[in-house]
C-alpha cells in the first residue's frame, strides 16, 4: 500500500495529513507559528518557522510509515503572501502575508483610479493591500534598494517546494490571487508588471495544480525522511481546495471557512467578475473556479477577545487542563440569541470582503451599564457570522446559492454552527474531516498520479457530515440585527480612515 500527505501552509500553521488511496487519514499532525505585527499594519512570517514546522508535522505523520512507501506530497497554501530571494534564492524579506496593510494607501490610490478597475477585470484580484500587486508596488517607492536586489518573486508554497526540489514553479491558482495572473490567458499580465515594477523573468514558471515534480533534492530527503524520488504535486490556493474539500463544487453550493479568517466561496464554470469589485476570481482547475469573498477577521478576532479580554479565564481553563476557547463559548452559550442588543463589527484588521478596506476598525456598539463579559463573547461570534452574511448576499449574483458546506476551526464549536446557520437562515451542512485543504489537494495529488480519473471522486471520501437546521425565531431576531449591523457599517465607513489615522 502506498500513501500520499496532504499539507496546507495557513497563516498561523501547518497541517499534514497522511491518507491512504481512498482518502482515509492514517495520522495528522499540526504545527503553529507566530504572525508578526512589528506595527499596526505590520503582518509577516518567519519562513524557516514555516519550513520547520513542515519538517515536524511530515515527520509526525510519516513515523512508522517505510519512507518508499509514501508516494507524493500534495501542497494547499494560504493566498498572497509574498517574499523577494536574491541570486541565490535565499529570502531577502519575510513573508509579507495577506493580513500585512502597509500598502494601504497605494490600493486606495489605484483602487480610485481606472487602472484599478481595469486590473482587477483582468486579473480577478480585488485591489487590496493584500495582493502581491500592491505589496510590490509599495516596495518598489519605500524600499527600492530592496527590490533592486530582488531576482525571484514568489510566495510561501512556491519557496518551500523549490527547498524541496531545487526548482521554482507557481501553479495557476496560486498566480490567479497576486493580482498579477491575467486569467484569460493563464499568463502573467503585462500590464499589473509594469504597475508593480517587476519584470517576467522575476517571477515563476506557472503550471496547472496537478503538475508533478519528480524527487526531492538529497539534502531534503534526507531532512524530511522521505525517499528521493518521491514526488512533489503542486496543488493549489487553500480557498480554492477547501471548496473542492467540502463537497462544494458544483454550482449553487457555498462553501463557508472560518478559520484564522475566512471566506465564503461558489464554485462556477467559468470566470464572473464583480461590477464593483467585490469579489475575487480564481481557478482551481479546468472549467472550476471559485468566486467570493475573503475576511480578514475570523478566529484571530476571537483569539484576541481570549488574549486581552478574558485573560484570568483563559489562565484558569489552562490551569485546569481545559481549552480556553470552549470556555468562552460556554460563556457565551449562556446569553440569549443577539447579546442583549449588542453588536460588534470585528474589523480588528482592517477587512477585505466586503469593505475592501484596510483602514476599517472594529467596534463594540450598544454597551450599556448592565452588559457583561457573556455579552461581549457572544456578541463577538455574532459579529463575525454577520459579515460573513454580507458576503454571501454578494455571491448571489454570480451563483444563487441552494446549499451551504462549512468548515473551519469554528465548526468544533455546536454554538458556533447553530449561530451561523440561524444568522444566513439556510441549513448547513459540516464534513466530519475539518482537514478539507489538506484532502482536496491530497486528491489532486491523486489524480495526478493516476490513481483516480476525475476530483469527483472526493464526495466518497469527506465520510460523514451534519446539517444544522435554522430556528426560525432566531434568524427573523438575526434578521433584524443584521439590518442594523449593516447600516451602522455604511455610516461609520467614511470616518474609517479618520479613525485609522489615529491609530497610527
Known sequence: MTYLIGTDLGTTSTKSVLYDHQGHVIASANVGYPLYHDTVTTAEEDPQEIWQAVQATIHQVSAGIDPEDIEGIAFSSAMHSLILLDSQKQPLTRVITWADNRAAQDAAELKSQPLGDRLYHLTGTPIHPMSPLVKLHWLAHHSPELLAQTCHVVGIKEYLIYKMTGQLQMD??????????????????????????????????????????????????STLGLAPTMKIIMGASDGALSNLGVGADEPGVAAITIGTSGAVRVMTKQPYLDPEGRLFCYY????????GGPINNGGQVFRWVRDELFTTESQTARANQQDPYDQLTALAATVPVGAHGLLFHPYLSGERAPLWNADARGSLLGVTTTTTKADIARAVLEGIVMNLNTVLQLTAAAEPVHAIRATGGFARSSLWRQILTDVLGQPITIPASFESSCLAAAV??????????????????????????PNAANHQLYHQHQVVFDHVTAQLAPLYHEIATLNR
Open 172 to 221: 495557476y491558482s496560486m498566480a490567479n490571487a497576486t493580482g498579477l495572473f491575467n486569467l484569460y490567458n493563464f499568463d502573467w499580465e503585462p500590464v499589473a508588471l509594469d504597475y508593480a515594477h517587476i519584470t517576467r523573468t522575476q517571477l515563476p514558471p506557472l503550471v496547472d495544480t496537478d503538475a508533478v515534480i519528480d524527487g526531492l533534492t538529497p539534502v531534503a530527503a
Open 284 to 291: 482551481v482547475a479546468p472549467h472550476h473556479w471559485i468566486v
Open 444 to 469: 489532486i495529488g491523486l489524480k495526478a498520479l493516476g490513481h483516480i480519473d476525475d476530483l469527483t471522486a472526493i464526495h466518497a471520501m469527506i465520510g460523514a457530515t451534519e446539517t444544522y437546521q
